[in-house]
Structures are given as structure tokens and as C-alpha cells.
């Protein structure tokens, strides 16, 4: 059975981003996979600080969410919150024009 079948949205990464998006696309009435693979590292952080958050500028059914460094146990339900709102095609909470992945290009 393809995961298509089974979810409308699969979620790689079960750290707390990926939880908190599982939580919220979960209460909006999705189905939901949560993909892990045990994975160790260092903190991912950007040139600016801000982290990736959005659609993939490439594959429009892709969104991004990384790159928290030292804040994501406190920013991280919030930005699980924001890309369900965007997986669903909701408004989001706040313009994330400035996390956009395309401004480095
Ligand atoms: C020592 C320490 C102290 C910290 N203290 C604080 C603090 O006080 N306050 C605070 O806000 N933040 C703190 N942080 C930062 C916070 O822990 C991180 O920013 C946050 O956990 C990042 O969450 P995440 O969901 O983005 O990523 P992660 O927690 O890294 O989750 C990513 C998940 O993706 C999985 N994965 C990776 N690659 C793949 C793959 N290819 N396929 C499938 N799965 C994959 C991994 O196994 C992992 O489970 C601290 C971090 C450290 C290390």
C-alpha cells in the first residue's frame, strides 16, 4: 500500500517541529505519517538566524521547517503550527516571507 493510501501528509522528522506540525495538521482533520530515522547532530543554523520556513521553491506539495539552532524547543511548536497552517492552505498566523528558502538565491 503506497503512503498515499494512508496520509495526506508525511512529516520527515520527529523532533519537536515535526511533532508539533503532526499535532496540528492531526486536529485539522489530516491523516498523518510521522517519518524518523535516529539521527544525531549538531544544531542547524543560518547565515541570518532565522529559520526555513515555507514552501519548497521547486515543489510546491514540499514545505521546509529547519534550521532552529539554539531556540527550537521554544520556537518549534510555533513553527509546527505555522507550516500546518500552510500545508492546509490556511492563512498563517504571521508573514513568513522573511524565512522564505529562496532568499538566499
Ligand atoms: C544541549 C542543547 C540545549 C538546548 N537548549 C535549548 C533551550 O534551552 N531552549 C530552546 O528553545 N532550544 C534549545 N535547544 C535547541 C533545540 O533542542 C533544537 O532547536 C530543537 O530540538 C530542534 O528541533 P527540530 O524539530 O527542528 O529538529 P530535531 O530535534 O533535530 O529533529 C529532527 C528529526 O529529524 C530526524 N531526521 C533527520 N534526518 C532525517 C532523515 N533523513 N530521514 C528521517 N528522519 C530524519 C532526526 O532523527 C530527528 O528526530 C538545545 C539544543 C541542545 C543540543
Redesign the pocket.
Known amino acids: 500500500m503506497s503512503l498515499s493510501n494512508t496520509a495526506d501528509t508525511a512529516i ?7 511533532v508539533a506540525c503532526a499535532l496540528h495538521l492531526q486536529r485539522m482533520g489530516q491523516r498523518v505519517t510521522l ?6 547532530g549538531h ?1 542547524p543554523r543560518l547565515t541570518d538566524s532565522l529559520p526555513i520556513l515555507g514552501r519548497c521553491p521547486l515543489h510546491k506539495n514540499v514545505f521546509f ?2 534550521g ?9 511548536p510555533k513553527s509546527g503550527r505555522l507550516i500546518a497552517q500552510l500545508v492546509s492552505g490556511s492563512r498563517t498566523d504571521v508573514d513568513l516571507t522573511a524565512h522564505g528558502a529562496d532568499r538566499f538565491a
Open positions: 520527515v522528522g520527529a523532533g519537536i517541529v515535526g517519518i524518523d530515522r535516529e539521527w544525531l544544531c521547517a529547519y532552529h539552532q539554539h531556540i527550537g524547543l521554544t520556537a518549534g
